[in-house]
């Protein structure tokens, strides 16, 4: 432990905003280098990253060879590492400078812009796929967005977040109900935001639906927001491509409009089905998506 301004940060607390600060000024040619070897060595480790990988593959790609599992595996765990990598650079590098240059292509962007138009907010439907950090910077070249904001434990890390998407142009809105009213009349004005809908919620905040064919305690908060305003939905990804990012918006399930909780959230499911098919490699793998199970049900993981 040690004390600086009265405060008592933990070690490893420290070592993270170290590490976050010397990671962001690597050039993005060696952090995603250092990503691929970093990766490379738990694609060889019997770790709970690695395993949770392997596990969530199997379940959702039951039609792929073990073969390609097993690839597909070892490429997402270096996609992952090339993820921690490059997002100390999104939150303290100069967007105009490092970010915008990066931006190779973009793709769909009339989506987003057809349902900015209607002028009845817009849900960004974003799953953990690529570099979903970006989206701070680039959106706000498009419309102020805003989003709701739970801080890490480690609060120099959350602080650090937090000044990254203030100074890129970003409101926050607290993950609690007042946060949900201020994000309500935020889109009721026609506001932006943007949802990680394959975020596990907790047992309140969420229902069960099928995602790849496994039950999946399912976030209600996009369709509870849609129903309330009925602002539009688009879902997008930042893929990484040679030398930087292409951002892709998709059309969502035309069931995510839904009046039924159950039929949206198997529509909201399918939408990031849709984006996960397209680039599985970069869809974060290493996440416990299966870890809240219907009562009686085998463990997962």
């Known amino acids: 432990m040690t ?3 009265n405060q008592t ?4 607390e420290r070592l993270a905003v170290g590490f976050i600060k ?13 990503g691929t070897v970093l990766g490379m060595v738990m694609a060889r480790s019997n770790s709970r990253f690695a395993n949770v990988t392997r596990k969530n593959i199997e379940l959702c790609l039951p039609e792929f060879s073990p073969e390609e599992r097993e690839l597909l595996a070892k490429r997402s765990m270096i996609e992952t590492c090339q993820l921690m ?14 970010l915008k240059p990066k931006i190779k292509a973009v793709r769909n962007q009339h989506l987003l812009e057809d349902a900015l138009a209607k002028g009845q907010g817009v849900i960004l439907v974003a799953p953990h796929m690529g570099n979903w950090e970006i989206f701070s910077g680039f959106m706000s070249e498009i419309a102020p967005m805003m989003v709701m904001f739970q801080p890490p434990t480690m609060t120099s890390v959350g ?11 970003g409101s926050l809105a607290p993950t609690n109900h007042r946060g949900v009213a201020k994000l ?3 889109l009721r004005g026609g506001g932006l935001t943007a949802i990680l809908p394959d975020q596990v919620p907790d047992a309140k905040g969420g229902e069960f639906a099928p995602f790849f064919g496994q039950q999946a305690l399912t976030m209600t908060l996009v369709h ?8 539009s939905l688009v879902a997008c990804y930042a893929k990484r491509v040679s030398g930087g990012f292409e951002v892709v918006f998709n059309e969502v399930d035309k069931s995510s409009y839904s009046e039924d909780t159950d039929v949206a959230l198997s529509g909201l499911n399918r939408t990031v089905e849709a984006c996960v098919r397209e680039v599985p490699e970069q869809y974060q793998w290493e996440y416990k998506r299966f870890k809240s199970q219907p009562a009686g049900a085998v463990k997962v993981y």
Do not use: H
């Open 184 to 186: 309500l009349k935020f």
């Open 9 to 12: 940060i933990p070690v490893k």
């Open 85 to 98: 990598l490059e997002v100390p650079a999104v939150w303290l590098r100069d967007y105009e400078s490092w």
């Open 159 to 169: 602080d650090i977040m937090v000044a990254a998407r203030e100074q890129q142009g």
């Open 22 to 34: 010397a990671a962001a000024y690597l050039p993005l040619s060696l952090s995603r280098a250092l």
């Open 224 to 231: 509870n927001l849609q129903k309330r305003t009925a602002c």
């Open 3 to 5: 004390t600086t301004n």
